[in-house]
T-cell receptor, first 114, second 112 residues
Framework: EAGVAQSPRYKIIEKRQSVAFWCNPI?????LYWYQQILGQGPKLLIQ????????DSQLPKDRFSAERLKGVDSTLKIQPAKLEDSAVYLC????????????FGPGTRLTVL | AQSVTQLGSHVSVSEGALVLLRCNYS??????LFWYVQYPNQGLQLLLK??????LVKGINGFEAEFKKSETSFHLTKPSAHMSDAAEYFC??????????FGTGTRLTIIP
């Protein structure tokens, strides 16, 4: 089966610009996650969707980050405006259900903010 | 709140030697525990997980881990290291149905 797809793979922007990342989960997976992985750290959950509803966005910096999952399939994560500290790899993952189920990760988008 | 500690940010072992990557967690209730592997420029891949039942869990690529409640540990082992095992390894914990909390990772280097 096809894995989790993400685009773009790399993005370089200047601070205060906006950027958007796209994720297409594995077909049939109801749960979608966005993680931020800063160099030298483990991934940190930004937002979790169950179908097209938000389950957990407690660690999403809502003043600059937004995410949506229209129709319960694809998802977009946006940053506006970007800050230097947003430089990281943004990982999308999907699973069939709750946390006992395996999360499948995409290859990530590496964002560099100059 | 749950937390994960991975002892040793870098571990080097010789090819054919035992691999031991350490993970300790903090949780007041029985956790779900996971080990993920990340190869360069790739996403994370699940190696193994413990949710309930047998405390010795076998995963892919010859890895296994044992849940020890008394030691709050979930160390990852492999009897004989292979060059292809070189990667970054992350331990993660979830309590109840809360989000996964990842450790800071251990970079495993295999010496030929």
């Amino acid at each position: 089966e096809a894995g989790v797809a993400q685009s773009p793979r790399y993005k370089i922007i200047e601070k205060r610009q906006s950027v958007a990342f796209w994720c297409n989960p594995i077909s049939g997976h109801a749960t979608l996650y966005w993680y931020q992985q800063i160099l030298g750290q483990g991934p940190k959950l930004l937002i979790q969707f169950q179908n097209n509803g938000v389950v957990d966005d407690s660690q999403l910096p809502k003043d600059r980050f937004s995410a949506e999952r229209l129709k319960g399939v694809d998802s977009t994560l946006k940053i506006q405006p970007a800050k230097l500290e947003d430089s990281a790899v943004y990982l999308c993952a999907s699973s069939q259900g709750d946390l006992r189920n395996t999360q499948y990760f995409g290859p990530g988008t590496r964002l560099t903010v100059l | 709140a749950q937390s994960v500690t991975q002892l040793g940010s870098h571990v080097s072992v010789s090819e054919g030697a035992l691999v031991l990557l350490r993970c300790n967690y903090s949780s007041s209730v029985p956790p779900y525990l996971f080990w993920y592997v990340q190869y360069p420029n790739q996403g994370l891949q699940l190696l193994l997980k413990y949710t309930t039942g047998a405390t010795l869990v076998k995963g892919i690529n010859g890895f296994e881990a044992e849940f020890k409640k008394s030691e709050t540990s979930f160390h990852l082992t492999k009897p004989s290291a292979h060059m292809s095992d070189a990667a970054e390894y992350f331990c993660a914990v979830s309590v109840g149905n809360e989000k996964l909390t990842f450790g800071t990772g251990t970079r495993l280097t295999i010496i030929p």
